[in-house]
């Protein structure tokens, strides 16, 4: 029987990360670089904290804006890391992880035929998130700007419709992120132009090169941005399901509207993990970070090596890299080689149509995986030259 489902449901197309690593499920010896997903544990003091919780009988639900510890938690390390007060009370919200963040961000800011502004390529969420709420995603093809979004690109991207940006930074998949002259320059353009910024900064721990900028801390920002983050990376903490997002007390009220119909609440158990994490575990997250970095060298001179061009990754764990002098396309170099090295990237499509000459590899993979990995990348390579 046709059934009839929701239009925007129906053309909604299927991650292209989970089609492909359909693919990968039930073969043996893959050495995966595919999913963005920390190789480590979360550290054990982060994970003793949901066991004691647990143990102590916290099974409850909590306030649907969530324990106000890990608000509170969270409003003092935006102080005093980057100077940024937001209230525990109305303008902090706790998430299950930043995915729910921004579909909420986008349910409550849009209205039908609002347009947002997406640079491309892209994680993957965004666009489907937009329409879902009801809103058209425009992409910025960011290829000719070293996957930066230009300020000359950004208005010219801007019309009646647009309500606003969705930035990303560090980016998935390219790694890239702005110092913080660049981030000005995009805040005078949203600011001129009425236009809110939701920022996606959940790899904002993993910046390699220089300081993070969260984006409110820009001037005038503040009030203009919807600042998401969680504990999925910089914590290795995917699987707990915490992210947050802080804004001004409007759309957070709004958001708080749907999450609380929608989720209620933040497991419980995670939230005292999470309020643990952001107390203890800073250091193990430089630590990581240190060994993220390690790796980005690594990988940079081996890629390097087997001729493979990529712009420089300056934060997140992800090299976007051309395979255009191979002569295949994303998929089909992703396919192949899986099917003959037995080694699992993303194809470049899965971020957007027109990147089908690049792939995503994720360095979230240990360091022997990666020293293999690049064997097996080259073995690819040399037999197709010796077939040229
Ligand atoms: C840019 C970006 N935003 C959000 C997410 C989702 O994170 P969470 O686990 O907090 O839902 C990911 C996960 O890969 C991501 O890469």
Known sequence: MKREISGIVEKMKPSGIRAFFDLVLGMKDVI??????????????????????????????TSNKGLYKLRLSIAQYMKNRYGLVY???????????VSEAKDLAMRTILNPGDKVLVCSPSYVSYGPLVELAGGKPVYIDTRSSGFKLSPKALGKAIDKK?????LNYPSNPTGVSYIRKELSEIN???????????????????SYDFEH????????????????????????MTGWRVGYACGPKDIIAGMTKIHQYTIMCVPI?????????????????????????????????????????YVMPQ???????SVKNTGMSSLKFAERLLKEEKVALVPGTAFGESFDDYVRISYASSYENLKESLIRIGSFLNRRKGRG
């Open 213 to 236: 900028t969260p984006f409110p801390v820009l001037s005038g920002a503040k009030e203009n941005c919807i600042y998401l983050n969680g504990f999925s990376k910089s914590y290795a």
């Open 87 to 97: 209230s525990p009370d109305d303008e902090i919200l706790i998430t299950v992880g």
């Open 188 to 206: 005078r353009v949203l600011l001129k132009r009425n236009i809110l910024c939701v920022s996606d900064e959940i790899y904002g721990d993993l």
């Open 269 to 309: 158990t995670s939230q005292m993990a999470a309020a643990e994490a952001i107390h203890t575990g800073r250091k193990s997250v430089e630590e990581m970070k240190r060994e993220y970095k390690r790796r980005r060298e690594f990988m940079c001179d081996g890629l390097t090596k087997l001729r493979l061009d």
């Open 32 to 61: 995966s670089l595919g999913v963005g997903e920390p190789d480590f544990v979360t550290p054990w003091q982060i994970r003793e904290a949901g066991i004691t919780s647990l143990e102590q009988g916290f099974t409850s639900y």
């Open 162 to 166: 647009t309500k606003a940006l969705i």
């Open 315 to 321: 934060g997140a764990f992800y090299f976007f890299v």
